[in-house]
């Protein structure tokens, strides 16, 4: 079975720019999260989606928006790009429930220069 | 805010000792996980933790909570090479239902040397 996945695996960009990053979860999983981590940091929570509403929110700005699609796939995005958003994108998707955990993707690794 | 507390960030060990990294938070939670992390990639699922007490087990590590204490440990039973990794643990303060936030700690860098 597919795990989840994200893409592109790999970006670069310059600063001010905007980027589009990409995650589907495992089939059946309806919720997907988005992290971020930064060099040498545990992973810090952007957002949550479940049915496609936003179901939680983290302490980053408002450059920092996602959307998740009727296939529970999600895309978050980042615009006007500063050199503090490089890192390690992090997806992952979940069932719902008491008894639940999070499978994260190999992740997206962002350099803004 | 809920924070969590990873200690020691840094673990140099010799193979065949044993060792605990310790996790604490400071919010009401029975739901606790540890990841490992290799240089480079994503995380992996090591436990899951959802009761006061649980204890779970894989190979040379074991991993415990009390909820009480809020307080999570990871036990390293004798070393070797291959467990040198950053560990993490995490506490989702939501009691489950379709909302899920993970708080990370810091990581703990663990080195395993011969």
């Known amino acids: 079975d597919a795990g989840v996945t994200q893409s592109p695996t790999h970006l670069i960009k310059t600063r001010g720019q905007h980027v589009t990053l990409r995650c589907s979860p495992i089939?059946?999983?309806?919720?997907v999260s988005w992290y971020q981590q930064v060099l040498g940091q545990g992973p810090q929570f952007i957002f949550q989606?479940?049915?496609?509403?936003?179901?939680g929110r983290g302490n980053f700005p408002d450059r920092f928006s996602a959307r998740q699609f009727p296939n529970y796939s999600s895309e978050l995005n980042v615009n006007a790009l500063l050199l503090g958003d490089s890192a390690l994108y992090l997806c992952?998707?979940?069932?719902?429930?008491?008894?639940?955990?999070?499978?994260f993707g190999q992740g997206t690794r962002l350099t803004v220069v | 805010e809920l924070k969590v507390e990873q200690n020691p960030l840094f673990l140099s060990m010799q193979e065949g000792k044993n060792y605990t990294i310790y996790c604490n938070y400071s919010?009401?939670?029975?739901?606790l996980y540890w990841y490992r992390q290799d240089p480079g990639k994503s995380l992996e699922s090591l436990f899951v933790?959802?009761?006061?007490?649980a204890v779970k087990q894989e190979g040379r590590l074991m991993a415990s909570l009390d909820t009480k204490a809020r307080l999570s440990t990871l036990h390293i039973t004798a070393a070797v090479h291959d467990l040198s990794a950053t560990y993490f643990c995490?506490?989702?303060?939501?009691?489950?239902?379709?909302?899920?936030?993970?708080?990370f700690g810091k990581g703990t860098l663990l080195t395993v040397n011969p």
């Open positions: 992952a998707s979940s069932l719902t429930g008491v008894n639940t955990e999070a499978f």
């Open positions: 089939s059946g999983h309806k919720s």
């Open positions: 989606y479940y049915e496609k509403e936003e179901r």
């Open positions: 919010t009401t939670s029975d739901r």
């Open positions: 933790l959802l009761s006061n007490g």
């Open positions: 995490a506490v989702d303060p939501n009691s489950g239902g379709s909302n899920y936030k993970l708080t």
